[in-house]
């Protein structure tokens, strides 16, 4: 009779055990597949981010003025021909893989205001500048109601500008349907604003140029639309 009750007794603890087994095996497959889901999320938001498809603000920083140089839309002396009036800074940056670095998107972002005041301060806005391009090699520049003209051509897909009391400037240029691109690189900006009749400074560009240069291969300059 005790062996009995000893038998029972060892019967029901064991079926306990089994018991508590089983549900602590439940509670770790239940902790793991969370553990897997939560890490599942984190990845997904990580690569999410990487690939361009977060909905972060972070995505929105590129600057609207800002395009892609393609060789493909570099002015020829046929196309350039013709009189072009101002409408907004331009930013070209050499390679779309440059936005793909987040600091590319911060200066680029902050490029676009500078360039609007910078450009307004000086007197170049929609309406009061523009350039009138001739098949005999002039041009003449118009800002504010002032004229002066100078000489143009184009030599290995660059535009050659030469003004009276400014070097000859070469300037890289692109052309999108009724849109004409003028911009150069940090080190030339001063005098291709100079060409255009703004009395600017060095300092005055001092934070544009110190942007331009923190990305490799970004420029600056003005859009033209054909009229």
């Not at 095996?25 to 897997?36: L, N, T």
């Not at 929105?60 to 101002?86: E, M, R």
């Not at 360039?115 to 009138?132: D, E, R």
């Amino acid at each position: 009779m005790y062996l009995c009750t000893d038998l029972n007794s060892n019967e029901t603890m064991k079926k306990n055990l089994f018991k508590l087994m089983a549900v602590s095996v439940a509670m770790m497959c239940s902790g793991s597949m969370s553990a897997q889901s939560d890490l599942g999320n984190v990845l997904g938001n990580v690569l999410g981010a990487a690939t361009g498809n977060s909905s972060s603000s972070g995505d929105n920083l590129i600057s609207s003025l800002t395009s892609i140089f393609s060789s493909n839309k570099q002015a020829d002396k046929n196309k350039i021909i013709g009189t072009w009036v101002y409408s907004e800074p331009a930013i070209v940056l050499k390679s779309d893989n440059i936005l793909t670095n987040t600091a590319a998107k911060i200066a680029s972002n902050k490029m676009e205001s500078k360039l609007q005041s910078y450009l307004t301060k000086y007197g170049i806005k929609p309406g009061t500048f523009s350039m009138t391009f001739k098949e005999d090699g002039t041009y003449t520049r118009t800002l504010n109601g002032k004229t002066s003209k100078g000489k143009w051509q184009i030599k290995d897909s660059k535009l050659l500008l030469t003004i009276a009391g400014i070097k000859t400037i070469s300037v890289t240029t692109q052309i999108d349907g009724q849109d004409l691109q003028f911009v150069t690189d940090a080190t030339k900006l001063l005098n291709l604003f100079k060409s255009f009749g703004a009395k600017s400074t060095n300092s005055s560009l001092q934070t544009i140029t110190s942007l331009m240069k923190s990305v490799n291969g970004m420029q600056a300059g003005i859009t033209l639309r054909k009229q």
